[in-house]
């Protein structure tokens, strides 16, 4: 049996691929036909196992997607930023088994399973660039939980690190910053270790140059050392 951990993994990828193929499509067609909600920090999107069939589309903010794990804690398993989709697993059918919460005030624009599926549907090419990323991001999952499984806990940390870079990150001159605020307790709830062994691993990246952080506590990332250093 899998665990809420391996389906998260397995899921991550999957959204942002779907993002990149119904970004132009949903929001020029079904998106401008609803209106945005606001969620204020730490106010949850949507939550495991609600019943809610709908994709959510986030107009503006940030926003953690993750579960709670069988013995409490949090997981998170991407962190996702306007023009991102989260609530992709309302299209299985099993219960839902990931939740998503905002990491400071946004507003995202709820739109049906069921509209979702009718533009699929109606357009050939879109079905099969669907079919296509399931079948990478079925790739991707496998990478991933060998990752969890085989890598050691810096290893981990300098993926996320990278992952989160290029896809929340703004270049900053010689460093990307991430222009969210993520705590090193939320970064241990997406390497999967405790949060003292991440303080350890970041204070060795931040001794080598690779992390530190900005006035605001924004985290600043030599992508180019953190990937070398990953390889």
Same mark, same amino acid.
């Given at each position: 049996? !899998? !665990?809420r951990t391996e389906r998260g993994? &397995?899921?991550a990828p999957l959204s942002s691929a779907l993002t990149t193929i119904f970004r132009g499509k949903l929001c020029d067609t079904v998106v401008r036909r609803h209106s945005a909600v606001a969620f204020d920090k730490g106010q949850v999107i949507h939550d495991i196992e609600d019943g809610n069939q709908s994709f959510f589309f986030i107009q503006s903010g940030f926003v953690k997607v993750g579960t709670i794990a069988e013995d409490g804690r949090e997981l998170i398993y991407d962190v996702r930023k306007s023009g991102d989709i989260v609530g992709e697993l309302c299209a299985s059918d099993q219960p839902r088994q990931d939740r998503a919460v905002a990491l400071e005030r946004t507003e995202v624009v709820a739109v049906p399973l069921d509209e979702v599926l009718e533009i699929v549907q109606k357009d050939r090419d879109l079905l &099969?660039? %669907?079919?296509? &990323? %399931?079948?990478d991001s079925l790739s991707d999952a496998y990478d991933q939980l060998n990752s969890v499984a085989f890598a050691d806990s810096v290893h981990r940390l300098v993926a996320v690190l990278v992952r989160l870079g290029k896809q929340l990150? &703004?270049?900053a001159g010689r460093v990307t910053e991430i222009t969210t605020y993520l705590t090193q307790e939320e970064l241990s709830q997406m390497v999967a270790v405790r949060r003292e062994r991440i303080s350890t691993a970041m204070n060795l990246l931040r001794d080598r140059g690779m992390v530190n952080y900005s006035r605001r506590g924004h985290l600043l990332l030599d992508l180019k050392a953190l990937e070398a250093y990953g390889e």
């Open positions: 049996m !899998t !665990t993994a &397995r899921y &099969r660039q %669907f079919v296509q &990323r %399931f079948c990150g &703004r270049d």
